[in-house]
């Protein structure tokens, strides 16, 4: 098997593995809930770990890899991903599993821009929209097969062992990694650490006083100070990035309509999609009494179609553009949520639901490949990784900044207490997400139409489609 072979073999069930964990706990929230005596605010915390020092930390993963080398820093990642996911399997409390959950999160930040820079290394600018569509359609099977493992193992076994999964698999890709993947570097040269103290400080402080604002109310000092901190801290860090040496991640980027609008898209879909499923993927256990692998079943028809449909969305990107891509599939997916809001009661049958789930995950294809494209070619070559990290921590935060803002309004609307008062709370928050999806599928259309590089400078350059 040729070198690039093993590059994407390597890196796509590596980039699985970290993708998995994304969604496999969402279906063992209840019985994480009810093992460990976790509250709302618990398993907002045991999402948001993860996904929070994940966006932190994506930017620097990506500029470790330039700095010490790609393939070690991979390595590093993955290590430090699979003791992770052993230590949460471990957790004797919610305190100790968030810990692990963030943890986790630290390594899949290394490991997951360095997939798309390792994939973007070993093969030409020709098949690039190809292996990214793959590249997507492995992540969707991640997605896809998140909530099913994790039903299926939390039904067959325990809770813990939906991170057990992870250990073998980690251990069987890191000598293989080390064997089979080839070593570079990039351009930067130092880190920025000031700059990730100040996007730590900044993220942490909004998302954590949006997640206690219902416990303490909105206006207690508290929640006001965290939230006032975080705005601070953002603001400093993007101060600062505009006058650093080595900026972890350059504001000139955004200075590209394409890079800028992507990024507003992914920002959107992560924060409509991601806290929409945090409660949908708990309605068919909390509401309608099934169990976690039944659960998980039914939202297959959402979460297969990125596997179906991604290679595909990637393969369009290179030909039509990515803009009409990222709209349709933003507006099909605010559609679904609208139509998932409307028909939600505690006894629904599940066939109503199949047509929207099908609409969401159709949607969520056709944006995974294309905005790859749009960020990547927005920049040059040697920026990769830089582009690539950014893109994923904006997506991360958005799906970290939905799981908060959403199970708020579940909080505010709905609870626990009965399955009425779930739908209620679920409803609210779902009619939230369909709005924020909406707005997503606007900005993509200020996404340039299609680029293409020319042999001269090796610059994107815009070329005037046909609308």
């Known amino acids: 098997m040729s070198r690039s072979a093993w590059t994407f073999a390597v890196t796509s069930v590596a980039l699985f593995m970290v993708v998995l964990d994304n969604l496999v706990v969402t279906t063992a929230l209840p019985s994480i809930r009810t093992d460990l005596g976790g509250s709302l605010e618990d398993l907002q915390w045991t999402v948001n770990a993860y996904t929070l020092s994940f966006a932190v930390l994506l930017m620097t993963g990506a500029a470790l890899g330039d700095r010490f080398g790609r393939r070690r820093m991979f390595l590093v990642g993955l290590g430090t991903f699979t003791v992770a996911s052993a230590l949460a399997a471990l957790a004797p409390s919610a305190g100790a599993l968030i810990a692990a959950r963030a943890l986790q999160g630290m390594g899949a930040a290394i490991v997951t821009p360095l997939t798309l820079t390792l994939l973007s290394e070993a093969f030409p600018p020709g098949k690039r929209g190809l292996v990214i569509g793959l590249w997507s359609g492995i992540s969707g099977l991640g997605v896809a097969l998140g909530p099913l493992i994790g039903g299926a193992v939390v039904d067959g076994i325990s809770w813990h062992w939906i991170f057990w999964i992870n250990v073998p698999i980690g251990l069987a890709l890191l000598p293989l990694a080390h064997a089979r993947l080839s070593e570079s570097h990039g351009p930067a040269d130092r880190l920025d650490l000031p700059g990730l103290v100040l996007a730590g400080v900044g993220l942490l402080g909004v998302v954590f006083g949006i997640v206690r604002g219902e416990t303490l109310g909105w206006t207690s000092s508290t929640v006001v100070g965290s939230i006032a901190l975080g705005v601070v801290a953002l603001v400093a860090f993007v101060a600062w990035e505009l006058r650093a040496p080595a900026p972890m991640l350059p504001m000139r980027f955004f200075r590209s ?201 090796g610059e994107p350059v815009l070329v005037v489609a046909a609308s």
């Open 257 to 457: 309509r394409a890079f800028a609008a992507s990024n507003g898209v992914s920002l959107a879909m992560y924060f409509g999609v991601f806290g929409s499923i945090f409660l949908l993927a708990q309605f068919f256990q909390v509401a309608q009494h099934l169990s976690p692998l039944e659960a998980g079943l039914r939202t297959l028809p959402w979460t297969a179609m990125p596997m179906l449909v991604a290679p595909i969305a990637g393969l369009l990107s290179d030909k039509i553009g990515s803009r009409p891509l990222m709209f349709t599939g933003l507006a099909l997916q605010a559609v679904a949520i609208g139509w998932i809001a409307a028909v939600s009661e505690p006894t629904a049958a599940y066939i109503t639901f199949v047509a929207p789930f099908i609409l969401a995950g159709t949607g969520m294809a056709l944006v995974f490949a294309p905005t790859a494209n749009a960020v990547l070619a927005a920049v040059r070559p040697e920026e990769a990784g830089q582009a690539s990290g950014a893109t994923n921590a904006i997506r991360e935060v958005g799906g970290a900044l939905g799981v908060a803002v959403l199970a708020s309004v579940f909080a505010a609307s709905g609870s626990y207490a009965s399955p009425q008062a779930f739908v209620d709370g679920m409803t609210s928050a779902a009619w939230v997400g369909a709005a924020v999806l909406a707005v997503g599928a606007l900005l993509a259309l200020l996404v340039p139409g299609k680029r293409r590089v020319t042999q001269e400078s």
